[in-house]
């Protein structure tokens, strides 16, 4: 299922970041005493109690003809859209305002779960301070201090509590799930209908649970398949095209339902940091991965560019170096034939599993050949590794000293398993635990 999804909003200047940093444990958000200084939403996933969920911080919500002010408004009512639950952030310090009240009215239509959120609550005297809002009509106020950290773990469990059922996958264990996705504008609904179109199988659109992600399932050759086309954002109008950080949760949420994420790359404007951005959330997922650059039909082309953008691919995606690149073009339908085996290939390497005596004598071969080296006089050594999971293959390596193995030799271990086992398409994963450790 996708991970519920919580935007953090409110007016300039409540403390909405720095509460965003306390619930990642992280300072991504720039905190700044500043009204307006977070001009994106900001996403991250987040954990409470073993549940985990997407979390966005918002620029605050006022009315003003300011054009930097009116982005921040446009972009915290997207995120209010696509959120299941939403933190309407309040400041006790200056207690209730027309802002807020503002705010409030925005919230109303959104018809989503709103919590209370009273901020800069950093002593018991300004406990009574968040009575007042209960005139917003949205129930009991939580009394927190992002500065202290106060009343955090109530927030949070206020949020898993509104959190919508559990839903089961609705497809059988043998469809490939493949999401496309892209920043906007790269081709993605187009390649869809070329390769619906080119095979002729459409059998039904599906309603995803991926809010305006359209599943099409559709079989080629024995194989069942399911498309999920991010680019639902298209019926929603032309400003959700125009923000390109819109497009990152949208692949997030679709990423979290596929076995196989197609990464789509506008061949004709090159690579841009955005698409390594997205890239990067498949990779952390785990999840197998191919490169389409497309609309290569109008790059103009001798024969160094395609040599050219491949090594500025993997230059640029050096984390998703596993990964095929296929030259496409959704118009021409150019090499577009290529794609659902590389897929199939694909879904089949994240899904493999290797036999332990097989793996371990790979890893023996490895070691033998290249040692791990010493540290502080110690060497560490590897006993024994087995496969613990799929989808990505993840691997256990028993060691005497986890801590002695530097990355790099990790990275050795992780290109003689390819090379032994291929795993063309999808990440590998290592876990180093110490001999006898307990499981």
């Known amino acids: 299922m996708t991970k519920p999804v919580v935007a953090i909003v409110g007016r300039p200047n409540v403390g909405k970041s720095t509460i965003f940093n306390k619930i990642i444990g992280d300072r991504l958000a720039i905190v700044e005493d500043k009204p307006g200084i977070t001009r994106d939403r900001i996403y ?55 802002a807020d009240e ?61 959190f919508p059922p559990y839903e ?19 081709g993605k ?54 923000i390109e950080k819109y497009s990152v949760l949208r692949a997030m949420r679709a990423i979290e339902r ?10 004709e404007e090159g690579i841009i940091e955005q698409d390594k951005h997205i890239a990067g959330y498949a990779d952390d997922a785990g999840k197998a991965a191919i490169m389409v650059v497309n609309k290569w039909d109008v790059v103009e082309k001798d024969d160094k ?56 004598n790979v890893v023996a071969d490895a070691v033998a050949y290249n040692p791990p080296p010493s540290k502080k006089g110690k060497r560490p050594k590897i006993n024994y590794a087995t496969q613990v999971a799929v989808k990505p293959p993840t691997f256990v390596m028993f060691v005497n000293a986890p801590e002695l193995i530097h990355f790099s030799y990790q990275r050795y271990l992780e290109n003689r398993i390819r090379s032994a086992f291929e795993f063309e398409g999808t990440p590998v994963r290592f876990i180093f635990r110490k001999k006898n450790a307990d499981e």
Do not use: C
Not at 73 to 91: G, H, N, S, T
Not at 168 to 186: H, M, Q, S
Not at 321 to 330: K, N, Q
């Open 44 to 98: 991250s996933l987040a954990e409470w109690k073993d549940k985990s969920f997407h979390i966005i911080d918002t620029g605050g919500i006022e009315n003003s003809e300011d054009e930097v002010v009116r982005s921040i408004r446009v972009q915290a009512e997207l995120a209010i859209d696509e959120a299941d639950i939403i933190v309407f952030m309040l400041d006790a310090k200056t207690g209730l305002t027309p």
């Open 102 to 162: 503002e705010v409030s009215q925005i919230l109303y239509r959104s018809k989503k779960p709103v919590i209370l959120a009273v901020n800069k609550v950093d002593n018991i005297q300004r406990q009574d301070a968040i009575y007042e809002f209960y005139n917003l009509g949205f129930g009991e106020p939580i009394a927190i201090s992002g500065a202290h950290g106060i009343g955090i773990g109530d927030l949070l469990e206020e949020i898993v509590n509104h």
């Open 168 to 186: 089961e996958d609705e497809y059988e264990d043998d469809v490939i799930k493949v999401a496309l996705i892209g920043r906007p504008n790269v």
């Open 189 to 242: 609904s187009s390649l869809v209908n070329a390769i619906l179109g080119e095979e002729r199988v459409l059998v039904s659109n599906v309603a995803g649970t991926t809010r305006d992600a359209i599943d099409t399932p559709f079989e080629k050759d024995g194989q069942k398949y399911v498309l999920i086309d991010t680019a639902g954002i298209r019926k929603r109008g032309k400003v959700y095209e125009s």
């Open 258 to 267: 596929a076995d196989v994420a197609v990464i789509v790359v506008n061949g």
């Open 305 to 360: 560019t395609h040599q050219d953008f491949t090594n500025k691919l993997r230059d640029n995606f050096q984390f998703m170096s596993y990964a095929p690149i296929l030259f496409v073009s959704a118009k021409t339908k150019q090499r577009l034939h290529k794609l659902l085996p590389l897929v199939t290939h694909a879904a089949e390497q994240h899904a493999q599993r290797v036999e332990t005596n097989l793996l371990n």
